[in-house]
């Protein structure tokens, strides 16, 4: 609170009473009230009136005036200050006081200081609070020691020097607060700010001040009294905690506003998958690690028929097919700890018909969440698919199939016109006992046979049934093997240039289905270059991504590419379309079977590759052939020159055992092999076979049909075969390699298949390899 200036009324009770005798007491119990917290004081005026003295020592009677306040007595000073010292105290400011000569100054000698000035200043010196006093028109500054550490660099002469000079920088601030004093009107101020130049820097401070003014003997306002305190740190820390107080004020608005933001997402985000769940036309479901349902949507009652109170506490298992119980258990144990992909089963109606749904689902606490996806539509979708696309292949194959028989009556009747009448021309010379030039209708006869076998053979590569025997192969080095051939077949004309990869991986294929492959793709390039050109054989390792491999209908993988590339005409698109088709021929009428690509794309397909065509009209072609890679190092092969040349033997004593339900063939084998010696035994039937097996006739080699009567096929003879003679050779020779019957093409040590028709130097040359272990 405000302190409030006491007016000191008195005049002079004897002219020897001088204002030195005006004491000032500052005590916490009769005068001070809240000085601890706010810096201001009540001032007292005691008044000396006690006028005798005694040997220079006054005796003193005390009274006090404080408006409002009544008058009572005061308890003894400790000491007493004699009323002619001055100023009163031992502080330094009152020796710089003392020390100071006043002559030349506005004050004047010290002795000549009106009464009320030097009473002001005892009080002030005497006072442990700061304080100030201003006096006089120049308003001279003293100041106490409490004050001092407030000048800091000011303090020297800051006594009796011009507040205006002294304070400058701060003056402007303070002079209307003064000048209020000295109007009259005392004032108070708490915490206000005054930015103030100390320690070689403007700081901005803070501080308490209580002006009162001071009235001379006269009543005249001689001067301003300050009690100051620095609230710099008050001040700053009171910030800090507003601050602090404001920051977590904030800190607790945005905490309550991200609160309810986030309730209110959580409100919408549940409203939002409520809205869903029951929305949703795909079943959802919650379950146990159990099987047991939590929860369902309301797309199972639509779809099974079963409301959310049936299905709720029940198991799964009990909905579900039979044969996917063992599954499901398996899935929902495999989701205890992680996501379960993809994942069908069946779940009965209420109609009790089945329905297929695809899962996915994910553990979270302790529970399944479950989506489902109703696949019986599009399960219905697929299979009317398939059975669409099985009737249009049907359809396509019906329409192969008669452009095949086509074909095949054209050339075969051309093949067996051409048999039959040169062995009739054959008989009729004989009759007529002509016996010059009957080896040319003999020949000619075997040329249509050798042409129908060969036809034969391209038709069962087309419709890959054909035997391989596959092996590992080096492209290069069956490349390198064929070119004089190739050179010799293209022709001079032809400029055919062959560049060979480095470090070209092997593949497991016939090399001989390979040969005959490369060469008919070099004659139809020769065929595209009537006038000559450029023939290019070029081998590449190839890893095919999925797109690449896509458009040879193969997995991504390594694979062995061969291609052939010519100069030639070209292929117009419908005809590319077409190309792999069986008899679809471009060339003249007498020059092309149109089996050599379809031919060659069975070999490929069968042998777990591809062939891809490249051509634009009149800009040449490019055909392909990819082949899986095969790890492992490759075999050398020979090149197949055809039939097999068998050099004179000497008779055999091994004993072979013939099975051919075709009376002629096996009276043909039979008669040809006792012709070189060998003892030979018969069967038509494969049970006629095994009772000769489980014998104890000796047998060196069997040689069986792969297709006979009777429930049992060569495959089965020869393995019942085995299982009582285990190093028994066979020899197969069929017209129609069932893959099911040779074990998808692939043959113990000791076994070879002999396609029909062959020839007889083709049988020798291979009942002699196997009978000597080659």
Sequence with gaps: MACRQLTV???????????????VRHSDKTCATGASKTGSIEVFTEIQTELTRIDGLARYAQSYECLGIQKQPVRSLPHVISPIDFPAGASKAAGIIRSKDWSPTSLGPIQHWPAALKSTLNLLLNSPESMYLLWGPELVFFHNDAYAPILGPRQRGAIGSPVAELWADVWDQVAPLAADALAGTPCRYVDMPLSMARFGEVE???????????ID???????VFCITNETTQHVLDHHALRDSERKRLELIDKLVRQE????????????ELNTFWEMSPDPLAILDFNGMFLRVNPAWTVILGRTEQELVGSSIMTLLHPDDVG???????HTVNQVLPLFENRYQHVD?????????????????FALGKHLTHEKQRIEALHIAEEALRQSQKMEAVGQLTGGLAHDFNNLLMGVTGNMELLLSRIRQERFTELDRYINAALEGSRRAASLTHRLLAFSRRQTLAPKATDVDVLIAGMDELIRRTVGPAIDMQVVASR????????????????????????????????????????????????????PPGRYVELSVTDTGTGMAKEVIDRAFDPFFTTKP?????????????GFARQSGGGVRIGSTLGEGSRICIVLPMHEGDAETVALDEGLLTIAPQSAGDETILVVDDEPAVRLLIAELLEDLGYAVLQAERGADALVVLQSKAAIDLLITDVGLPGGMNGRQVADAAREVRPDLKVLFVTGYAENAALAHDTLEPGMYVLPKPFAIAELIGRVTELLEGE
């Design 327 to 333: 599954n499901t258990r398996s899935a929902l144990k």
């Design 589 to 601: 009428t007498g020059m092309g079977t149109g089996l050599g690509l379809s031919m060659i794309y």
């Design 9 to 23: 009324c008195f005049r002079m009770l004897q002219t020897h009473v001088t204002p030195a005798h005006l004491l």
């Design 217 to 223: 003997e006269n009543g005249v306002i001689a001067g």
């Design 352 to 368: 009790g018909t089945y329905h297929w749904f695809g899962w996915t689902a994910a553990p979270g606490n302790g529970i399944i």
């Design 503 to 554: 470090g070209l991986w092997s593949t497991l294929v016939d090399p001989h289905q390979l040969e005959n492959s490369l060469l008919n793709l070099c004659l139809n390039a020769r065929d595209a270059m009537p006038d000559g050109g450029r023939l290019l054989i070029q081998t590449a390792n190839r890893q095919l991504n999925a797109s690449a491999a896509t458009q040879y209908e193969l």
């Design 204 to 214: 901005q401070t803070w501080w308490s001040f209580s002006f009162s003014p001071v």
């Design 260 to 271: 309810r933001q986030q309730t209110a997402r959580l409100k919408q985000r549940t409203l």
